[in-house]
């Protein structure tokens, strides 16, 4: 029933997928093409990841190899360096860029860096308002068989997708001052001559586009949903 009262949310679901599928498809390319390049110093991941904490001072997190393809994530709860086997082993520049870019995470949570602490008190908020708002927001347009809906109700669905979209929002400064502090150090300590150092910054640019499009997505649907919302109160 929900595709042929509103046609548009498929639309625009069907149009943010191909282009998420399309910049995850390219970053996966540039992973593997850079993965095939080593990197001059020789360094692993590992080497490169543990290098760049001591250097900012940082003797507390961990760095450990955990299991998937571009798994790489910094955990603040038990402060560890997670990177995926094709990273934490890896002697190529894609794994120094993402070794470099989750170090640039644990750098961030070291100096309390203000967008990283908002992201992480957000976290359990918006946890739980995506597994919540779909259901809310369908019963309030009635999809899920309570008559008509409600408007008190759709709206309650509404700001409880805002909290997912704020978060999003929110990650963009997150990841991209991440990669920055990472590529700024690998300059700055030698790890990358000129020519790896650009090809770094191409790689993680990929990866920090994959949040653009999540954000753009999530800020596309939101508005879709004020607009119905609007469009109910007009009726």
């Known amino acids: 029933m929900f595709f042929f009262y509103y046609p548009g949310y498929w639309l625009l679901a069907g149009v943010m997928l191909l282009v998420g599928l399309m910049v995850s498809g ?15 110093t020789g360094m692993s991941g590992k080497d490169v990841a543990e290098k760049m904490l001591r250097d900012n001072g940082i003797y507390d997190v961990q760095v450990i190899s955990a299991q998937g393809f571009l798994s790489d994530h910094y955990n603040p709860a038990d402060k560890t360096v997670n990177l995926s086997p094709d990273v934490y082993e890896g ?17 961030q949570h070291a100096t309390a860096y203000s967008m990283l602490n908002l992201r992480s008190a957000l976290v359990p908020v918006m ?16 999809i899920l068989g309570f008559g008509h809906g409600s408007q008190a109700v759709l709206l309650i669905g509404i ?6 979209t704020i978060f999003s929002i929110i990650t963009l400064p997150v990841e991209y001052d991440a990669s920055a502090r990472g590529l700024k ?3 700055m300590s030698g790890i990358t001559t000129s ?28 508005l879709y ?7 109910r109160n007009r009726d």
């Not at 540039?30 to 001059?40: A, G, H, I, M, T």
């Not at 002697?91 to 750098?107: D, F, K, N, T, Y």
């Not at 653009?212 to 649907?221: F, P």
Request: aromatic residues 10%; positive net charge; glycine residues 4%.
């Open 26 to 40: 390219r970053l996966k390319s540039k992973f593997r093409e850079y993965s095939e390049v080593p990197l001059s």
């Open 225 to 231: 949903y004020i607009l119905i919302f609007l469009g």
């Open 159 to 164: 700001v409880l997708f805002s909290v997912s």
């Open 91 to 107: 002697r190529s520049i894609a794994s120094a860029a993402v070794a470099a870019h989750e170090c640039g995470h644990a750098v």
């Open 185 to 187: 150090w690998m300059e």
């Open 127 to 142: 946890q739980v308002s995506t597994t919540l708002s779909q259901w809310v927001i369908l019963a309030g347009l009635g």
């Open 195 to 222: 020519t790896e150092h650009d090809k770094a910054a191409d790689a993680l640019k990929w990866a920090a586009r994959t949040y653009v499009v999540a954000a753009i997505s999530s800020i596309a649907t939101l």
